[in-house]
């Protein structure tokens, strides 16, 4: 079982950036795809982004296209989920996630059941 330290959550308002990220613990990440998800009170948890690990492909949830973006610091053993003009509907506990080393990100929100080692999650508050 992989392991994840998350970090960078909070709470903003409307129209607020905020910054997640996700360091590996006791491995290389740049062997992994990321993929980032995330759960609102009483809804299923969805897939948010994702990133490949062979050549940086990002893929996006329609509904955070535009305004979030995933990226990757190899050095650092680290992804990153920036957040820009975030909306209620953004609240919810951040994870990232990762899937066997032979995976490839989908050209839409990844899918839950294709990824196996989880972060323990942040929570992010958007307030209107």
């Known amino acids: 079982q992989l392991q994840f330290v998350q970090s960078g959550g909070g709470m903003v308002h409307s129209g607020g950036s905020l910054r997640l990220s996700c360091a590996a613990s006791?491995?290389?990440?740049?062997?992994?795809?990321i993929g980032w998800f995330r759960q609102a009170p009483g809804k299923e948890r969805e897939g948010v982004a994702c990133?490949?690990?062979?050549?940086?492909?990002?893929s996006y949830a329609d509904s955070v296209k535009d305004r979030f973006t995933t990226s990757r610091d190899n050095a650092k053993n680290t992804v990153y989920l920036q957040m820009n003009s975030l909306r209620p509907e953004d609240t919810g506990v951040y994870y990232c996630?990762?899937?066997?080393?032979?995976?490839?990100?989908?050209?839409?929100?990844?899918?839950?059941?294709?990824?196996?080692?989880w972060g323990r999650g942040t929570q992010v508050t958007v307030s209107s």
């Open positions: 996630a990762a899937p066997d080393p032979m995976y490839y990100c989908p050209d839409y929100a990844p899918n839950i059941i294709d990824f196996s080692s």
């Open positions: 006791g491995f290389a990440l740049d062997r992994y795809a």
């Open positions: 990133i490949s690990s062979r050549d940086g492909f990002t």
